[in-house]
């Protein structure tokens, strides 16, 4: 069984719309993470969480806003979405004792942007 | 920033061989990961080494953040081990913030 879920899967939306990806992590882990892979690029941190505080952000546009109702929750909302945002959007996390830690990846929200 | 160069970017092998992937960094690294993306498209943690070598069945893992790289080998290749695998590594001042590689698209022919 996944311990991290990401929802949905695939996602297509248009130019100028705003989505949400959703992850959940039953791992008991207290830091999460985003990161994006862009074709032909290799994955690229984007932000990360631990005890719900943002710690890091690596995103340039305001437009990405992750969201933590609760401590294993980590969405990742996205605004006026444009065609360059198209992407896979990974969600991580691990256990969040600081410092360099073993990382837990789901499977993934591969997004469109027409 | 910092910087991690993956080679190589495919690699072809016939089941019972092996090779090597490795990586180098432009920097020194506090501890190198190594991941395995599954059918699913999930990536699966293989080794995670702050120093020296780990070897977990067929693969074998090393690195040397003095020198500055990491090595994967695979020996004694199965078909369920083609996909596409990653190191990942972060500096001392970047906390868990990883710098990944591009990736090596593993083939293993029968």
């Known amino acids: 069984d996944p311990k991290i879920i990401q929802k949905p899967k695939y996602l297509v939306a248009v130019t100028g719309s705003e989505k949400i990806l959703i992850c959940e992590q039953y791992l008991g882990h207290n830091a999460m993470y985003w990161y994006r892979q862009s074709a032909k690029k290799p994955l690229e941190f984007m932000f990360s969480y631990s005890y719900q505080k943002l710690m890091d952000n690596q995103t340039a546009s305001s437009r990405f806003q992750p969201q933590s109702s609760k401590k294993n929750h980590l969405d990742l909302q996205i605004t006026a979405l444009k065609p360059d945002d198209s992407a896979t959007y990974f969600c991580a996390s691990s256990q969040g004792r600081g410092g360099a830690e073993t990382l837990y990846f789901g499977s993934g929200t591969r997004l469109t942007v027409l | 920033g910092d910087q991690v160069e993956q080679s190589p970017s495919a690699l072809s092998l016939h089941e019972g061989t092996g090779s090597a992937l490795r990586c180098n960094f432009t920097t020194t690294m506090r501890a190198v990961q190594w991941f395995r993306k599954n059918s699913r498209g999930s990536l699966i943690n293989l080794f995670y080494?702050?120093?020296g070598t780990k070897e977990n069945g067929r693969l074998k893992s090393a690195f040397d953040s003095k020198e500055r790289y990491s090595t994967l080998h695979i020996r004694d290749a199965q078909l369920e081990d083609s996909g596409t695998y990653f190191c990942?590594?972060?500096?001392?001042?970047?906390?868990?913030?990883?710098?990944f590689g591009i990736g090596t698209r593993v083939l293993v022919r029968p």
């Open positions: 080494l702050a120093s």
């Open positions: 990942a590594a972060g500096s001392n001042s970047a906390g868990n913030k990883l710098t």
